[in-house]
């Protein structure tokens, strides 16, 4: 398998998805709620990811697709998978505020191999193969080397479980009281992407779900960051887990 290909095909299926969220009709948008406080779905959620299957499926048609708006998931632990997330931050779609993306991770036997992140709002391809560097539109990107007292801290508020909000806001504070700010974006998978371009030094939410991370979380590895747990272990992504990325200088 030629990885450049497979990745420029990848690239390719996901940015003809952005021009499906770019054109959205907002007068055609329905909304569902999911489980979950705050926790919808649109209807081009659902159209992003009917596209993104047919045409991922086509580009590596022995892969498993697990998609956000699929009830039922398949097992990754052997051969390809795809790990998608339609629309990142579907909240801020909803309100037209131009922060959301589409996150493509393919694994290989259960581990990262690949990861495109799509921002299509400012047009920023975010790309990474295990081993061998992270990009941004084609140019290689790198994570800040500031501590966090010359930090920004990026965080999501775990908006869909309720239990971890007053937690959520209790670390970021700890954080704003030893960094330079505080960030929230709404979207988890910007954010990854936000600490592997240098642009903030540390990002965390208590809790998030594989498609939120599969393809950021190695993009900030290939950038040279660490992702680990809130807690310090390894992600899963089999099941949903907090998330921490950060520059390998602050904590």
Not at 100 to 108: E, R
Not at 186 to 191: F, L, R, T, V
Not at 192 to 221: H, M, N, Q
Request: negative net charge; glycine residues 8%; proline residues 3%.
């Amino acid at each position: 398998m030629n990885e450049q290909i497979i990745l420029k095909q990848i690239e390719e299926c996901v940015r003809s998805c952005g021009e499906i969220i770019l054109n959205a009709d907002r007068t055609a948008c329905m909304v569902d709620a999911k489980a979950g406080e705050a926790n919808f779905v649109t209807t081009y959620d659902k159209k992003v990811q009917e596209v993104l299957q047919e045409k991922l499926l086509k580009i590596l048609p022995e892969a498993t697709f697990v998609g956000e708006e699929e009830d039922i998931h398949a097992s990754i632990e052997k051969g390809y998978a795809f790990i998608v997330d339609p629309i990142d931050g579907t909240t801020n779609f909803i309100k037209d505020y131009h922060t959301s993306a589409i996150s493509v991770g393919l694994t290989k036997d259960g581990e990262q191999y690949m990861g495109v992140v799509y921002q299509p709002y400012l047009n920023e391809m975010f790309t990474a193969i295990k081993g061998q560097g992270a990009y941004l539109n084609g140019k290689q990107i790198h994570v800040s080397k500031e501590p966090l007292s010359n930090g920004i801290v990026l965080f999501g508020t775990a908006p869909y479980y309720h239990e971890l909000n007053r937690s959520s806001f209790e670390l970021a504070y700890e954080y704003f009281q030893k960094a330079l700010d505080v960030r929230r974006s709404g979207s988890a998978a910007i954010d990854l992407c936000t600490i592997a371009a240098g642009r903030a030094e540390l990002f965390f939410e208590l809790r998030l779900s594989p498609w939120d991370y599969a393809a950021g979380a190695l993009i900030v590895k290939e950038a040279g960051g660490k992702v680990t747990t809130v807690e310090g272990n390894e992600i899963t992504l089999e099941t949903p887990c907090s998330v921490k990325a950060w520059n390998g200088v602050c904590e």
